[in-house]
């Protein structure tokens, strides 16, 4: 008696030590220890974080598709890698948690308006393919209350999000204008809103495109003004891990041949007839007639066709989700316009 | 089980017996199964470690606490300490800190007074009382506290701006910034009577322990009130008064889109202390009903017979022998009410973790930063679990 | 009083008169209960005009002033407008009405909105089965492991003929119900393990066990959760990943873990020491012991406080929503984003709110009339 439960308890504790170590692939979801590539390849979907929701960035549709300027530049990078923009998995990141989404390789890529900073490229571990949008801080307030410089904030209570380059931007302009404030800090996109539209503080300070968006989603717009000065550069762009030249090479030239393609006049609706007809040696190259440039980033040759098919040029993506909300070009026209500041090197 | 009653008889140690190295052998089989689990456990632990440690080197994430020392640039709102947004992420935290202990003291303090008035109202002969006190009850510990304080923290945004704000009283502003309230300006004088209170109680203290040894030896009651009056009211005042009596009040008022000056409670700490302090209030509630009705009827009934109100009956009979069913859970209730300070995170109030979940955003070290909130609350949690423990064998010596 | 029989049969209905009415009667209970003094009767006239006030008050709130339903205008935006002109002076129920699917299921894609339905009733029935004492067996265990199956195959499909569902869409009363169950489903034996060593005399695997108690309950469930989002994916192995939720979930079964551990082994330290002792004597092994005397005795003894611990992390799953899980709450909050619904916070947390206090109270409800039954149980 006592023999035989002494053994089934062995068996017992054994088959839970089997079961816990065949649950644990079970779990987990292989990426491969190879470069990024390989992983998303294997799995077949590429797995993009973006912002949890900010109209024109990235925000989930009434349908619950994602739309916006980042996603657009994740289903490119999915239509480069798999010729299909729905092969892409959307993971909502906050700020707190989106640099370690990219870290833990739980995201392959973090398409959210991250600014491009010296410590974020090299201790956090990430390389920064490229700026897809040139922005600034700036502040918004109320337009009953009045104010028309950031400087007349002396005094009031600025809502901001923690943990960004906002909050530091804050606090150093405010230093060198000698102006003082009240920080309101909260951590979650709406609720800042939620308290900047309550009243709960004077202003809000985040990128102007962020600005503009949120402005634009309110009841009624007109009823805030986003003050002219801007306090610092905010370079965004998609972030991916260091040490994978390979993929942050593909995001890099997604972002210059979306860009490319607006200086050739390269759109959704002519890229066909564009390929078939246009005689210039580069659009040759880009759209993949001739030359072997998408076998250097490891795709198909007719992968910026693809994605230009699909999602359209960097302009047509930029009038389909910001212009809307009332967000210029400016800096970010092409290089070609004056003040314009996206700038594509060479296809060759 | 070795803490049984034995036989003194029997208290010399069993003869050892010599180990068989066999199955069969319960000390072996003892021996092998915590080799067994240690082993698996600092199995895992040393993986998971490995695994880290791989992870922040391949990644190159920057690891140690040589961050605390770098400059913050992070602005904090309401800060005991004086706290400027280039001073270091060392003082930023330790900011953080006083700003959680502001909120859990305060709000023990009012959660006990306010859950044991309610405990005792939940007891009333009353039926409306009671009833009111019991659905109180049961609806606040019904809900999450977090949807609690979202609750709170709206309907504060919800008052009207700093230049409609509610004015009830000379000074006092209500608005969706916060209560503003004159305030003493602060000065040396006023430190030092603060401490001459705090000498006098200790006086008055000891004054009353000596007349009580003296009482005990010739049997002579003494009058101890006039002297603790005297010490813990008229030595502050004179102290005060020898110092030049400073008395400065600083008004608050509306100056450019704030009110500036006087003292400010913050909608944010408001609606963190309220949510904290009803919830909690609810599940002390529960431990004081509780423990007064450990109290059995005859204690009430002796009470009563000896013509004592029913208000001396509480206070002098049953309260002291019910404070020993309540201790325990007590402590463990202004534990959960620190614990649960953390959701201040929620509602923008700057509490460790805030302050720690941004530090470790801005650096990008997500261990060390989990690892400072987790620092605070075990540190905070013991000195909490020490003195309530220490209190609780005070109170069980009573018994005889 | 004792010389009374119960058997005796009250025949003779002359010998004994009813209490005057004045002693018996609703005017004596008045008495008794509203004005036993000059104190109680200024407490319940106070308290009784205090009480009128606001429920009038919140009637005409709730019910009179309130807004049901707003149109709809062209694109599918909600004409808040005659929300906004009550002032505050009624509730603006519409955006209930409007929003209660989103609220419930999240982002679950709509027309599949019969599923997460359907799984909150399993839930529901789960909870009822496993209150009957009748199935306080074995038979449980079959029972959670066939429903929680059901309820994985029907939230993520791809099976049946069930389209396939992401589980980044799930949300709502779900995914609530998932953390808390799944997270006490898991936590339990968890738990039972823990206590069992907290109380063995191995004292290696003693201090194992208490470290691990004292260490989760030290510190705040929210400081587990950022660690399950942020520190948790540098734990594991390059490459491997665990997604969101899962971690969570694992975050609250450590935390559930713990807290149950303390329950069990307060049932473990009620059982006399007889029990342990008579075991021994059979020559029980210590698994025989634990599993065929002690368990069964001590679970039973401590299912109240259980459920009160379950009632606690039902309530603390909304805690998910620091680290964006959309859970019931965070789907709340959500809900409010939109421009046109902004200021309605009080209405919806009042919904959410009543969602939260019929389950938990219907649970302690059931604990409570348990405990009852268990003391009068012992008492005899």
């Known amino acids: 008696m006592k023999q035989v439960s002494r053994h089934s308890v062995f068996r017992m504790l054994g088959a839970a030590v089997v079961a816990s170590v065949m649950a644990l692939p079970a779990w987990a979801q292989p990426a491969g220890g190879s470069p990024t590539l390989d992983a998303i390849r294997a799995r077949g979907t590429l797995v993009c974080g973006v912002n949890s929701g900010l109209a024109g960035f990235a925000q989930p549709d009434s349908r619950g598709e994602w739309r916006g300027f980042d996603v657009d530049y994740c289903r490119a990078v999915a239509i480069a890698l798999f010729n299909d923009p729905s092969k892409v998995r959307f993971v909502p990141t906050t700020a707190q948690n989106r640099f370690t989404a990219l870290q833990s390789g739980e995201v392959d890529m973090l398409a959210r308006n991250t600014t491009w900073t010296l410590s974020r490229d090299t201790s956090l571990g990430f390389d920064f393919p490229a700026i897809s949008f040139f922005d600034g801080q700036g502040f918004m307030v109320k337009a009953s209350l009045g104010v028309n410089t950031a400087r007349e904030l002396d005094g009031a209570s600025i809502c901001v999000q923690p943990g960004t380059t906002t909050e530091q931007n804050l606090t150093e302009w405010a230093r060198a204008a000698r102006v003082t404030f009240t920080p309101v800090v909260i951590e979650r996109l709406e609720e800042v809103v939620g308290a900047f539209v309550a009243g709960r503080c004077d202003a809000f300070t985040t990128d102007v495109s962020g600005l503009a968006a949120v402005r634009s989603a309110q009841a009624n717009p007109a009823a805030y003004t986003i003050l002219p000065d801007v306090i610092s550069k905010e370079p965004l762009g998609p972030l991916v891990r260091h040490g994978d030249q390979a993929f942050a090479d593909l995001v890099r030239w997604t972002h210059f041949g979306l860009v490319a393609a607006e200086e050739f006049g390269i759109t959704a609706a002519n890229v066909q007839q564009m390929t078939a007809n246009d005689a210039r040696p580069e659009v040759q190259r880009m759209l993949g007639k001739t030359g072997d440039l998408g076998k250097m980033l490891g795709v198909d040759p007719a992968w910026l066709a693809r994605i230009i098919a699909s999602t359209g040029n960097y302009g047509e993506i930029f009038a389909r989700h910001l212009t809307p909300i009332g967000i210029q070009r400016g800096p970010n026209a092409l290089w070609t316009t004056p003040g314009g500041q996206q700038y594509a090197p060479p296809f060759r | 089980m070795s803490d049984a009653i034995v036989d003194p008889r029997y208290r010399r140690k069993p003869p050892k017996r010599p180990l068989r190295l066999s199955w069969a052998d319960e000390r ?51 800060h005991l300490i004086s706290y400027e947004p280039t001073d270091t992420y060392l003082r930023a935290l330790t900011v953080g800190v006083l700003n959680t202990l502001k909120v859990a003291v305060i709000g023990v303090i009012l959660a006990t007074i306010i859950g044991t008035f309610i405990g005792i109202a939940r007891l009333s002969k009353n039926f409306l009382v009671s009833k009111i006190a019991g659905f109180y009850i049961e609806v606040i510990r019904d809900i999450p506290l977090l949807l609690q304080l979202l609750f709170w923290y709206t309907i504060l945004q919800g008052l009207p701006g700093p230049r409609q704000s509610f004015h009830p009283v000379e000074g006092v502003f209500l608005s969706n910034r916060g209560l503003r309230m004159p305030s003493l300006v602060w000065e040396g004088a006023h430190t030092a009577t603060v401490l001459s209170v705090v000498a006098g109680i200790v006086l008055a203290w000891l004054y009353g322990r000596h007349a009580r040894a003296l009482q005990m030896a010739d049997g002579q009651p003494r009058r101890i009130w006039p002297a603790a009056v005297a010490l813990i009211f008229g030595l502050p005042v004179a102290v005060w008064l020898a110092l030049g009596a400073p008395w400065t009040i600083d008004w608050p008022a509306m100056r450019g889109f704030n009110f500036q000056g006087g003292m400010a409670i913050s909608p944010e700490y408001a609606a963190l202390l309220t949510g904290l302090v009803t919830y909690t209030a609810a599940f002390i509630a529960e431990v004081v009903r509780a423990g007064i009705q450990s109290v059995g009827l005859g204690q009430w009934e002796a009470a009563q017979a000896l013509g004592l109100r029913s208000g001396s009956v509480l206070r002098l009979i049953v309260l002291p022998q019910a404070l020993r069913v309540i201790i325990p859970p007590m402590t463990s209730n202004y534990l959960n009410l620190t614990k649960n300070s953390s959701l201040a995170v929620a509602i923008g109030y700057q509490d460790i973790v805030s302050i720690a979940n941004t530090t470790l955003n801005q650096t990008g070290q997500a261990i060390e930063g989990i690892a400072i909130i987790m620092a605070v609350y075990l540190t905070i949690s013991l000195s909490i679990s020490l003195f309530m423990n220490w209190y609780n064998a005070r109170i069980a010596l009573v018994e005889r | 009083m004792s010389d009374i029989t119960v058997n005796t049969p009250l025949t003779s209905g002359s010998e004994h008169r009813a209490a005057p009415i004045s002693a018996i009667g609703p005017v004596a209970w008045l008495r008794e209960n509203l004005f036993s003094g000059w104190l109680s009767t200024a407490v319940t006239l106070v308290l009784g005009y205090l009480i009128i006030r606001a429920v009038m008050g919140f009637v005409d709130w709730a019910f009179i002033n309130a807004i049901w339903s707003v149109p709809l205008n062209a694109n599918g935006v909600a004409q808040t407008q005659a929300c906004r002109e009550l002032h505050g002076s009624g509730a603006c129920w519409a955006v209930v009405t409007e929003k209660h699917r989103f609220m419930l ?41 066939v429903t929680l199956t059901a309820i994985g195959m029907l939230m993520w499909g791809g099976v049946f003929g069930l389209p396939f569902v992401q589980q980044e869409r799930w949300g709502g009363l779900p995914i609530t119900l998932i953390l808390s169950t799944f997270g006490l489903a898991f936590a339990f034996p968890l738990s039972i393990l823990v206590a069992l060593g907290r109380r063995s005399n191995l004292p290696a695997i003693k201090v194992l066990c208490v ?13 587990l959760l950022f660690m399950a989002s942020v520190m948790f994916p540098l734990f594991l192995p390059e490459g491997m990943n665990i997604d969101k939720l899962l971690r969570a979930q694992i975050a609250i079964i450590l935390f559930a873990g713990a807290y149950l551990a303390e329950v069990v082994r307060a049932g473990l330290q009620s059982l006399p020491k007889g029990q342990y002792e008579a075991a021994d004597a059979m020559g029980l092994s210590y698994w025989q012991k634990t599993g065929f005397i002690i368990l069964p005795q001590a679970l039973r003894m401590v299912i109240p406080p259980l459920v009160n611990t379950f009632i606690g992390f039902f309530k603390d799953t909304s805690l998910v929503l620091i680290i964006g899980i959309f859970d019931l709450l965070t789907a709340g909050k959500t809900a409010i984003v939109e421009p046109a619904w902004q200021g309605f916070g009080v209405e919806v947390y009042i919904f959410v709110g009543l969602i939260y206090l019929v389950f938990c109270f219907a649970m302690s409800k059931y604990s409570q009339g348990l405990e009852a039954d268990l003391n009068r149980h012992r008492r005899r």
């Open chain 3, 105 to 145: 299921f999240g982002t679950y894609p709509y027309e599949q909105h019969w599923r997460p339905a359907v799984v909150c009733l399993l839930f529901i029935g789960l909870f009822i089965v496993s209150a009957m004492r009748r199935f306080w067996n074995w038979t449980l265990i079959p029972i959670w492991m």
């Open chain 2, 28 to 78: 072996i089989r003892g021996i092998v199964w915590q080799v067994l689990v240690v082993g698996v456990v600092f199995g895992i632990i040393y993986w998971l470690w490995s695994n880290t440690v791989h992870n922040l080197e391949v990644r190159r994430i920057a690891t140690g606490f040589g961050f605390l020392h770098r400059e913050a640039g992070l602005p904090i709102a309401e």
């Open chain 3, 211 to 223: 470290v691990y108690v004292e260490l989760i309950r030290g510190v705040p469930l929210i400081s």
